[in-house]
């Protein structure tokens, strides 16, 4: 016998029963009335913009009827018959809004702490943390920090996103926004000035290449923070810390390392002058499989100059070797310099990494640096799953509020 009862609606509920999931056991309902100082009713009503911003992601215009399809009027306290675009206008102000000094209260920061304290409790992870930032395209018309930068479409409008996570368990204990044209090197300094009011101290702070300068590892140590990253370029110094030691003394058990794709580097530790620091630890690291690569791809090309080759592919060589050729009387114009080669050679599948901490050995520093790629794993989720880019807010109210959601959001 065939029903005539059909099916009228339908929602999707898998990804928001999963987020609401984790929101009850950070018992987020709570920790926002009591963080916040909000009413329930308006507490709910930031809960559930956040769930929707790592769910469905529904426009702001659409969010109460979104919510009223959904079970979150049986999961939280909300009257659905009174919900408005006001009402989480009103929520997104509660979360972050302007003094009467003229100047923005983030708010969102102090629930990020709470959230924070709440696991830190529970956890014996070690006081580490992986920073950097991330530009997701921003096709917005309205957003302040969407500015000029570059991602997948080469110079676009980005918005920056600064985050920190913690070591072992890779939680997020640190989200913030930054205009998208900034350089990232610039973004150390505000954050060692945020993270002591986060209660966020001796903590280690592994930085990229691009933000290890040296006026932002001498502040990150007069901030109370160690620091470990990896040396730019080979300068002269770098060149001869790097040659400290050959391959028969670098290359021996007691300072081999495992790699997380089932291989070993070497990594020898000693102590320095660097960054004009008096003292600085350091851990020459030897790849071999690299140094293969390298002197290989290397000799290739050399020996490729020595026959017949296109002027267009010359051009290429050139510019791959680099130092390594010289200007020379001929029907090329240059050639290999000896000399340059085996300085290359005393480098090949090598690299410097350093450390503020005197304690650490080559070892240490080698599984701490390379573990950032936590991080990275961070933002593709925030990306993902989350939702955080690329950014669409046109809304001319929501002209900052894209910022305050996305701050929240992080919380999750």
């Known amino acids: 016998m065939r029903s005539t009862i059909g099916v009228h609606s339908a929602f999707a509920v898998g990804p928001l029963a999963v987020f609401y999931a984790a929101a009850r056991q950070l018992r987020l309902l709570d920790r926002i009335q009591q963080t916040l100082g909000l009413p329930e009713r308006e507490a709910a009503t930031l809960l559930a913009l956040g769930l929707n911003q790592a769910s469905a992601r529904v426009p702001l215009y659409r969010l109460p009827d979104w919510v009223r399809a959904s079970p979150l009027p049986t999961w939280l306290p909300l009257d659905p018959a009174r919900l408005t675009v006001r009402s989480f206008e009103d929520a997104l102000f509660a979360l972050c809004r302007l003094t009467p000094e003229k100047t923005w209260e983030d708010r969102g920061l102090l629930l990020q702490q709470e959230l924070t304290r709440a696991w830190r409790g529970r956890s014996r992870e070690p006081a580490g943390a992986y920073y950097d930032i991330t530009k997701p395209s921003d096709y917005g018309t309205h957003c302040p920090y969407g500015q000029l930068g570059h991602d997948e479409r080469g110079a676009a409008p980005v918005i920056g996103f600064g985050m920190a996570v913690s070591e072992e368990h890779h939680h997020p204990i640190l989200c913030r926004v930054l205009p998208g044209a900034q350089n990232d090197s610039l973004s150390v300094a505000p954050t060692l000035e945020l993270l002591p009011s986060q209660q966020l101290r001796r903590l280690t702070l592994v930085m990229d290449r691009g933000m290890t300068s040296k006026a932002n590892v001498r502040k990150a140590r007069e901030a109370g923070y160690h620091v470990v990253g990896s ?182």
């Open 231 to 412: 040396v730019k370029g080979w300068s002269a110094e770098a060149v001869a810390h790097a040659s400290r030691w050959s391959s028969e003394e670098l290359e021996r058990s007691e300072f081999v390392v495992g790699t997380s794709h089932g291989g070993a580097v070497y990594a020898r530790a000693f102590t320095a002058p660097l960054l004009e620091f008096p003292e600085m630890r350091m851990a020459v690291v030897e790849n071999l499989a690299r140094k293969a690569e390298d002197r290989q791809a290397r000799d290739l090309m050399l020996q490729e100059l020595e026959g017949p080759v296109s002027r267009p592919r010359l051009e290429e060589i050139r510019a791959e070797l680099g130092e390594v050729i010289v200007t020379s009387p001929g029907r090329r114009g240059f050639r290999g310099d000896p000399e340059a080669v085996e300085r290359e050679r005393a480098l090949d599948g090598g690299f410097l990494l350093f450390s503020t901490d005197l304690s650490l050995d080559g070892r240490a520093m080698y599984r701490t640096y390379f573990a950032k790629d936590a991080i990275e794993k961070a933002f593709r989720t925030s990306k993902g799953e989350l939702s955080l880019g690329p950014v669409r807010y046109r809304c001319a109210f929501l002209k900052l509020c894209g910022h305050f959601s996305r701050n929240y959001r992080h919380t999750l």
